[in-house]
Structures are given as structure tokens and as C-alpha cells.
């Protein structure tokens, strides 16, 4: 599976954006999807996930509310719609996923770093009036 980011760009606060994890090779039917994000300076943060083994949702405290993930198998692309983006909100994020299909997900960056085998390359978010 290789996964390519997508749907970066320049936004003012309460902006919205939807970013699109697609796959360039294989199916993403019955993968579980991670998107962390990386700031400047900071470490890499879990933002959202969805299982593949049972499609439950995840999200990190700070999106909640905000950030919907979601599927759609026709076009083969996992999606993070990103509504009242905030300045804190400004990353590189990037999606990724386990080796093996129907698995579940995590947004633990610890545990992120065993649990994905297959990361894209990222897409810039900047939130900024």
C-alpha cells in the first residue's frame, strides 16, 4: 500500500478543509487509517483514526467536534474533513496504515510508531489570519 496525502493549503480561522489519503497501489477498503499531524518544533501528534476491523472512529481531545474521518470505497481515499480550523491546527499531516487489512487503529503516537507500516508523505495545513 502506498499512501499519498493530499488537500493542504493556506486557510483563516474558521476556515474548513478536507484532506484525502488515497492509495496509490491496492485497495483501502478494509484498512484502518490514521492521520497524525506534526508541527514545528513539536512532536508528532494522533489526530484521528478509523478502524478497519470494525470502523469505529477515534479522535484526538483537541479535534473533537471539529474533524470528521470517513471513507469512501468507490474512490478508494479515506478523508479528513477539518471544520473551524484554528492557528493550533497548523501541521504537516500525514496518513497512514497498518501492514495487514480488517486491523484496528490506533492515534497513540507511541504506539503509532509499530502499529503503521505504510505513512504518506504529508500535506501542509496553515491556519493563519
Known amino acids: 500500500v502506498q499512501l499519498q496525502a493530499s488537500g493542504g493549503g493556506l486557510v483563516q480561522p474558521g476556515s474548513s478543509l478536507r484532506l484525502s489519503c488515497a492509495a496509490s497501489?491496492?485497495?483501502?477498503?478494509?484498512?484502518?487509517i490514521g492521520w497524525f499531524r506534526q508541527a514545528p518544533g513539536k512532536e508528532r501528534e494522533g489526530v484521528s483514526c478509523?478502524?478497519?476491523?470494525?470502523?469505529?472512529?477515534y479522535y484526538a481531545d483537541s479535534v473533537k467536534g471539529r474533524f470528521t474521518i470517513s471513507r469512501d470505497n468507490d474512490n478508494n481515499v479515506v478523508y479528513l474533513e477539518m471544520n473551524n480550523l484554528k492557528p493550533e491546527d497548523t501541521a504537516v499531516y500525514y496518513c497512514?496504515?497498518?501492514?495487514?487489512?480488517?486491523?484496528?487503529?490506533?492515534?497513540?503516537?507511541?504506539?503509532?510508531?509499530?502499529?503503521?507500516?505504510?505513512w504518506g508523505q504529508g500535506t501542509l495545513v496553515t491556519v493563519s489570519s
Open positions: 497512514a496504515a497498518p501492514r495487514h487489512p480488517l486491523s484496528g487503529c490506533t492515534i497513540s503516537n507511541e504506539h503509532g510508531r509499530s502499529w503503521y507500516a505504510y
Open positions: 497501489e491496492g485497495s483501502l477498503a478494509n484498512y484502518a
Open positions: 478509523l478502524s478497519g476491523s470494525d470502523g469505529r472512529r
